[in-house]
């Protein structure tokens, strides 16, 4: 069964820097793609940041390019977001999903609150 | 504002069929699958339609995706009472290099 578990997540003050984590069991993880993907409280689905399953190839939104930085290590089937410079507007549930192939996002995990405030 | 176009709400009856639509442009849903996901309160989403109209496992057949040009459409036919929550589209832009997700629609069950 694929399980994504993340964790990390915490209160943080304005420009700090907080790193997540997603912990993959259940499937060959350096096979899949992987995303963070965020949902403030009462808004909608942002996507954030895309890492092949190599990790050689890496996107960004906007919104969070040259201040979060996504990796991966397979040999712990880990997936990582190092968050800096965080600002309110941050505060969010933050999933990990896999993409299986054709299916994108098929796989989420139960997601890990961040709060950004003084 | 998201650059894919939802609306904010859809509802239809017990038994009754609805669509929800997603716009967008010739960078995303012109030239790329559509996705279709469902949330329910306090949950992850949940993969309902890939590459526009095919269905995971598991995913009942009321549940049908199309598109056509810059838009695609999720019909939910036979509603039920569980159905009520909410739904996002989304679809990869060639131009942004970016996932790009829907402002999702919530659906009420009247």
């Known amino acids: 069964e694929v399980q994504l578990v993340e964790s990390g997540g915490n209160l943080v003050q304005p420009g700090g820097s907080l790193r997540l984590s997603c912990a993959a069991s259940?499937?060959?993880?350096?096979?899949?793609?992987m995303n963070w993907v965020r949902q403030a409280p009462g808004k909608g689905l942002e996507w954030i940041s895309y890492?092949?399953?190599?990790?050689?190839?890496?996107y960004y939104a906007d919104s969070v390019k040259g201040r979060f930085t996504i990796s991966r290590d397979n040999a712990k089937n880990s997936l990582y977001l190092q968050m800096n410079s965080l600002r309110a507007e941050d505060t969010a549930v933050y999933y990990c999903?896999?993409?299986?192939?054709?299916?994108?996002?098929?796989?989420w995990g139960q997601g890990t609150l961040v709060t950004v405030s003084s | 504002q998201s650059v894919l176009t939802q609306p904010p709400s859809a509802s239809g009856t017990p038994g009754q069929g609805v669509t929800i639509s997603c716009s967008g442009s010739?960078?995303?849903?012109?030239?790329?699958?559509v996705y279709w996901y469902q949330q329910l309160p306090g949950t992850a989403p949940k993969l309902l339609i890939y590459?526009?109209?095919q269905r995971p496992s598991g995913v009942p057949d009321r549940f049908s995706g199309s598109k056509s040009g810059t838009s695609a459409s999720l019909a939910i036919s036979g509603l039920r009472s569980e159905d009520e929550t909410d739904y996002y589209c989304?679809?990869?832009?060639?131009?942004?290099?970016?996932?790009?997700f829907g402002g999702g629609t919530k659906l009420t069950v009247l």
């Open positions: 010739s960078s995303n849903i012109g030239s790329n699958y």
């Open positions: 989304a679809a990869w832009d060639d131009s942004l290099s970016s996932w790009l």
């Open positions: 590459r526009s109209n």
């Open positions: 999903a896999a993409h299986s192939s054709g299916l994108k996002f098929a796989y």
């Open positions: 259940g499937f060959t993880f350096s096979s899949f793609e």
């Open positions: 890492i092949s399953g190599s990790g050689s190839t890496i």
